[in-house]
């Protein structure tokens, strides 16, 4: 099975939709195996984001990561990392379609509300960062093959 790596920013709490968002992923059948609530330093926000420095648009997102907690999870399932980035829904606030996180819930590109990675390698560099081995907690879903 796939592992991928999702952070919810900052705009979720302040907006009360965390159930929401990720109830998308749950319903979807993904496996929540680590999850945690934090706020990031500077530092790890900029490791994160270290392919975007020198964009007009980096020290806004990185401000905004900021603004206040994340949640930061690893979700597993068949080819993860493409079915979390079809729930993403592309990074351009135009391109990204009703029904999807980023087109149900972002009115501009730079304050989407999600952050998925992008490929397998990235996916692992980025759980990396953010989780320790310790902070995992794998569980079967028995005799219940809904997924
Ligand atoms: P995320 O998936 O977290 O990855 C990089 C982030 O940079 C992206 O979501 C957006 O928040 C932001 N971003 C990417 N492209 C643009 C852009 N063209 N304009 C503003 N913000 C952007």
Known sequence: MEQTFVMLKPGVLQRRIAG???????R???KIIALKLLRLDRKLVEAHYAEHR????????VEYTL???VIAMVLEGEDAVA???KLTGPTSLLEAPAGTIRGDYAAKTR?????ASDSPAGAEREIALFFCPDEFCPWEDGNAPWF
């Open 54 to 61: 020198g964009r007009d648009f980096y020290e806004k997102l």
């Open 20 to 26: 929401e968002v990720l109830g998308r992923f749950e």
């Open 28 to 30: 979807k059948g993904l």
């Open 111 to 115: 304050l989407n509300i999600v952050h």
């Open 83 to 85: 079915v979390v980035r």
């Open 67 to 69: 603004s206040g907690p």
